[in-house]
């Protein structure tokens, strides 16, 4: 059988077993071994403990339940909510201040946990209902968050940055450092559009009453309060970036800071410890299934041929170098709308990656590229998969339909980036340059 036909049936396969509720890392496994016993019989086997022991033993990897543990830790000690309520004391009779804060603190807060998904829900259940509940506009509100909120993977440290550096061999310290000035102009755009849409119509982001704004004395409160929160994502990915620790070293600094801030704020209890342990082993255990899944899927579909199909259609269509691009981006944001951003980097960056760099592009600037696509292609309706993450924890009378009206304005933002960053691609490579040579 052809590889077309391979590839065709193999991705149809997937389909069909994700509809069944299958676990994703399962079903990839189990599809890629199908296809290969039909293929190759049961000696396709052998590479399975091979591949598998590949994909999880990187040194790299050991950055990422640590990273994971260091925002369960600020987020189940309860600091996450003192790092919102700053930003609300701080907003002062600004209009649309509160959902301005919001952008600032849920990228912070989806920068610690380093996945969309967490970081999403984690923003919503401490920022929605503050938001509804002073008569801001439900789709301002809900956008924010998700905008905010899905920064986890574009702001480092994060998790689909560090499984692209994984199979790729890219630098995690330039992917690090290549998602800072994308982010910095994202959030900016963000806060840009909120000021002017509540300039205009002021009632979508009432400023706080005058008997509501903070004193000078609760404002250093809630400063003190939360500096430490902010101090320690600061110096964890101020010393990845400037050479002074490895990522996991200071995953694992990040890790200790976040449990010494606990105990100095006397939010660290057993039960803390206990919750932000399970849930950090269970995102871990998600990751690295998925990671084997996903890594005996991949190197099935290029036994097959894949590589080699992949370059024939580039070769076939003459799109040139810039076509070749933008069609590999089109379809991870098809992907996108069906699977999670981790699947797809870990199918896609091996397969995309190498024929970016052969056509001349920096490794660094693609990954990147891919997690813009990411960031719009999961929250893109009617099937983003992170537009239900927020739907499960919003009040029950928020329907899809609002999520749908809510993201658009933020969408169009990330768009613009991604735009940006393809046309000028220093935005990207000019920090990881600057700082790593």
Known sequence: MSIEFLTIFLFVAILAVFATGMPVAFGLGTVAMLFGTFTWGPQSYNIIAHTSFKAVSGFVLLAVPLFIFMGQILSHSGIGEKMFHAMHVLAGRVKGGLAIGVIIVCSLMAAMVGIIGAGIMTAGSVALKPMLERGYNKYLALGAIMAGGGMGILIPPSVPMILFSSVTNTSI?????????????????????????????????????????????????????????????????????????????????????????????????????????????????????????????????????????????????????????????????????????????????????????????????????????????????????????????????????????SIGPFLTIKVIVLILCMAIPELITWLPNKLFG
């Open 173 to 405: 310290g330039k992917m690090f450092a290549g998602g800072i000035i994308p982010g910095i102009i994202m959030i900016s755009l963000f806060i840009i559009y909120i000021a002017i849409r509540c300039h205009i119509n002021p009632d979508h982001g009432p400023a706080l009453k005058k008997a509501e704004v903070a004193d000078w004395q609760q404002k250093r409160m809630a400063i003190k309060n939360s500096f430490l929160a902010f101090a320690l994502i600061f110096l964890v990915l101020g010393s990845i970036l400037f050479g002074v620790a490895t990522p996991t070293e200071a995953a694992a600094v990040g890790a200790v800071g976040a449990s010494v801030i606990a105990m100095l704020q006397k939010r660290f209890t057993f039960a803390v410890l206990k919750d932000a342990s399970i849930q950090g082993m269970v995102l871990t255990g998600v990751c690295v299934w998925i990671l084997i899944g996903a890594s005996i899927f991949s190197d099935f579909h290029m036994l097959m041929g894949a590589g080699k199909l992949l370059t024939g259609i580039m070769a076939d269509l003459n799109l040139g170098p810039w076509g070749v691009i933008i069609f590999m981006q089109l379809t991870m944001m098809i992907m996108g709308t069906i699977m999670d951003e981790w699947i797809i980097v870990l199918i896609c960056a091996p397969l995309y990656t190498p024929i970016a760099v052969s056509l001349g592009f920096d490794p660094v600037w693609f990954g990147i590229l891919m997690i813009l696509n990411m960031e719009i292609a999961i929250q893109t309706p009617p099937y983003g998969f992170a537009l239900f993450y927020l739907k499960g924890i919003a009040p029950a009378d928020i329907t899809m339909m609002d999520l749908y009206k």
